[in-house]
């Protein structure tokens, strides 16, 4: 990322919340998603930074910022985000995976935000999301055996023709096609992930509640068509949120913010220059009454 430069917000709770920000323009806020660190989508808030000024944050639990904390839930990320937005001022938020959850829930009745984009949000559908393999996989961390929380993890949150795979040949994948790096990062960040899984699988019963996001909202998903859980949860979306329009990139899948940014890059920024109010970035705003989501699922 060009000139970047680290900041630091401090949440309601006391938690410090890091930010890695570069670009001159409108200030976007980008949230990345499980397993992810703020780096991971350097290329993406890149492309974002030859137009915007863009605040990565770097979510609780990773890098400078504070643990998730005894209290950690949906409530505190929205909580990190509200202390991010009042100090850089940005007024437009982009989410991806469970960080498009985040920005969603956000922006549940809080009008500072004008436009709201998300790729493939975390968000559970009629139980799309299921939690039945959470405590095995927080047992196992426990344990000491990250490699067999991590398959547990996988092939809970996969799809069930991945479930049927033996559970021995999952793990020997997981050794042996994840980048020695990478694989690295998912086993530090797992018992986060693990959290932040069941904290959007227990939002299933919530869906009514993004009737309330007022801001315009772009809402993407990659290949799998109807079937994908991703795209039923657009479509839901788009059902729900009164200003919303959905858009579609077939040969992009999940980790394509983060590896192949090009095309949500672009959509992204067309949306924001249709949709941001022009000359407001960079000025901090009052924090909004209307925090309807994190009160709700606080």
Request: with cysteine.
């Amino acid at each position: 990322m060009p000139d970047l430069h680290r900041g630091v917000a401090t949440s309601a709770d006391g938690t410090a919340v890091e930010y890695l920000s570069a670009g001159r323009g409108p200030d976007v806020i980008v949230v990345p998603g499980v397993l992810a660190m703020a780096s991971d989508l350097a290329a993406f808030a890149k492309l974002l930074a030859q137009r915007c000024t863009v605040h990565v944050v770097q979510r609780r639990g990773r890098g400078g910022s504070g643990p998730q904390g005894e209290r950690y839930g949906i409530a505190r990320e929205c909580e990190d985000i509200e202390a991010v937005r009042v100090q850089t001022g940005a007024r437009l938020i982009f989410g991806h995976s469970f960080g498009g959850l985040v920005a969603l829930r956000a922006a549940c009745g809080n009008a500072p935000f004008d436009a709201v984009a998300v790729y493939e949000p975390g968000i559970s559908v009629s139980g799309s999301m299921p939690l039945g393999w959470t405590d095995r996989a927080r047992r196992e961390v426990s344990a000491g055996a990250d490699l067999e929380a991590l398959t547990t993890f996988v092939r809970g949150i996969s799809s069930d023709q991945t479930r049927h795979v033996p559970r021995w040949l999952s793990r020997v994948m997981l050794r042996h096609t994840i980048p020695r790096a990478e694989l690295r990062q998912n086993l530090a960040l797992l018992p986060q992930a693990i959290n932040e899984y069941a904290e959007a699988g227990s939002l299933d019963t919530r869906f009514a509640d993004y009737r309330y996001v007022a801001a315009a909202t772009l809402m993407m998903h990659g290949r799998g068509g109807g079937a994908n859980r991703h795209a039923a949860a657009v479509a839901r979306l788009a059902e729900t949120i009164p200003h919303s329009e959905t858009m579609s990139f077939p040969g992009l899948d999940h980790v394509a913010p983060a590896k192949k940014p090009g095309q949500i890059a672009d959509a992204v920024l067309r949306f924001f220059a249709a949709h941001g109010t022009p000359g407001t970035g960079g000025r901090p705003q009052a924090a909004s009454s209307g925090r309807l989501c994190s009160a709700v699922a606080g």
